[in-house]
């Protein structure tokens, strides 16, 4: 069963607007939340990352979001760039490392 | 630096003939992982080596997979009398020790076509 939702499945954004990704997960144990970023035939590239002790990081124009009490993180992409299309997939991980990946959300952006 | 690099970047066999898959990881990362990447399953764990400690073979879907990681360094994944479910992209990941350990960095993985 999959320990981390992912939605939506595809989204197509406009160059300059904001691309909203969303994922909920259920096992309150995990204390390690990343957002990778996968173009096609290339490995995922780890692209930003929160604790569950901050409700929000920036780095650039991407920003996670974390709302611990309800089990969700969102991933927004600010202008958005041709560059920024590409699958992108949230994870969580406890103290065993071992990610729990959604099921990706691939992003197309429009120029 | 240089990443994680996988070889090779693809494989096609034969139903029920063995295969290797050679990881090797960033320079100094004492953790590494192997991850399957399929249209069914999406991205789901295999098999966790950190250090000398024996290796987490959790997410090994049947024993016809094992693997091993030589001198902390460079790992096979075998996959042994392969199937056609086995086709897929294998992913090999690496992270240091310290405060960055959580972080996972992954290399272009191998795409294994069974005929």
């Known amino acids: 069963q999959q320990q981390v939702k992912q939605s939506p499945q595809s989204l197509i954004v406009q160059k300059g607007g904001i691309s909203i990704i969303n994922c909920a997960y259920e096992?309150?144990?995990?204390?390690?939340f990343p957002w990778y970023q996968q173009f096609p035939g290339k490995g995922p590239a780890l692209l930003i990352a929160?604790?569950?002790?901050?409700s929000e990081k920036k780095e650039g124009r991407f920003t996670i979001s974390f709302n611990k009490s309800a089990k969700q993180f969102s991933l927004h992409i600010m202008d958005s760039q041709p560059g920024d299309s590409a699958t992108y997939f949230c994870a969580a991980s406890k103290s065993d490392y071992k990610l729990s990946f959604g099921a990706g959300t691939t992003v197309t952006v429009r120029a | 630096g240089a990443g994680v690099s996988q070889s090779p970047s693809n494989k096609v066999t034969e139903k029920g003939k063995d295969v290797e898959l050679r990881c090797d990881p960033i320079?100094?990362?004492?953790?590494l992982y192997w991850y399957r990447q399929s249209l069914g399953q999406g991205l789901e764990f295999l098999i966790y080596f950190q250090g000398n400690s024996a290796p987490d073979k959790s997410g090994l879907p049947s024993d016809r997979f094992s693997a091993e990681r030589t001198g902390g360094s460079v790992s096979t994944l075998t996959i042994q009398r392969t199937q056609q479910e086995d086709s897929a992209v294998y992913l090999c990941a690496s992270s240091p020790s310290g405060p960055r350990s959580y972080e996972q960095y992954f290399g272009p993985g191998t795409r294994l076509t069974v005929t």
């Open positions: 929160i604790r569950p002790d901050v």
């Open positions: 096992n309150t144990a995990f204390d390690y």
């Open positions: 320079s100094g990362h004492t953790a």
